[in-house]
């Protein structure tokens, strides 16, 4: 079946350090890729996605991009703030159906 | 306006005890779900409802009931609780691609 495989934490980083979360998937047919963001104590937000290869998905100063090449959608983003401290998970939604898929939650930590 | 809300957001209760987590969206969306959320923070889909019927049913114990008496509701039962549903249950909306979360409900079982 679908799964989603991202990097473990915690990742721990200062402020203005640039933050890269590792997300692999696996999906038969072409399924839509998301990161959401839950902050301490909140619900999951939707940070971005994309839906089909070679899109960027972008909001927030993060990007990811979806590489069918390499079943990758990295999250990214160049100069980090302590309010971006969260857990970030990588999900997919399958060709067929909309259910989501997530990864396992990467702890990102940022210290002023 | 809250998109997707959940009452109650708190839940202590005995084990054993029968109690409901209720979820309303104002999206218009179609579907809804029901999600766990376990203490490491790993998420699970455990029911989907499309226009009031179950769609998704994610190998869940049948002590967990779900019940959409509309489109824009989907309520959670839980029939003899126990210690190890203790969780963060989410519920979420959809109308395309993209799923809406509520605030979560955190259940506390003693």
């Known amino acids: 079946g679908d799964s989603v495989t991202q990097m473990e934490g915690p990742v721990t980083l200062s402020e203005e350090a640039f933050l890269t979360i590792n997300c692999t998937y696996t999906?038969?047919?072409?399924?839509?890729l998301f990161w959401y963001v839950q902050y301490p104590g909140e619900g999951l937000q939707l940070l971005l996605k994309?839906?089909?290869?070679?899109d960027k998905g972008s909001n927030k100063g993060f990007e990811a991009t979806y590489r069918k090449e390499t079943t990758s959608f990295h999250l990214e983003k160049g100069s980090v703030q302590v309010s971006d401290s969260a857990v970030y998970f990588c999900?997919?939604?399958?060709?067929?159906?909309?259910?989501?898929?997530f990864g396992a939650g990467t702890t990102v930590t940022v210290r002023a | 306006d809250t998109a997707v809300s959940q009452t109650p957001k708190y839940l202590v209760t005995q084990m054993g005890n029968d109690k409901s987590i209720k979820c309303e969206q104002n999206?218009?969306?179609?579907?809804m779900y029901w999600y766990k959320q376990d203490s490491k923070k790993f998420l699970k889909i455990m029911f989907s409802y499309n226009n009031k019927e179950l769609i998704i049913n994610e190998t869940v114990p049948n002590r967990f009931s779900p019940k959409s008496p509309d489109k824009a509701h989907l309520n959670l039962h839980i029939n003899s609780l126990e210690l190890g549903d203790s969780a963060v249950y989410f519920c979420a909306s959809s109308g395309a691609d993209t799923q809406y979360f509520g605030p979560g409900t955190r259940l506390t079982v003693l």
């Open positions: 999206l218009g969306h179609d579907t």
């Open positions: 994309a839906t089909k290869a070679d």
């Open positions: 999900a997919l939604s399958g060709a067929n159906d909309y259910k989501l898929s």
């Open positions: 999906a038969t047919g072409y399924p839509s």
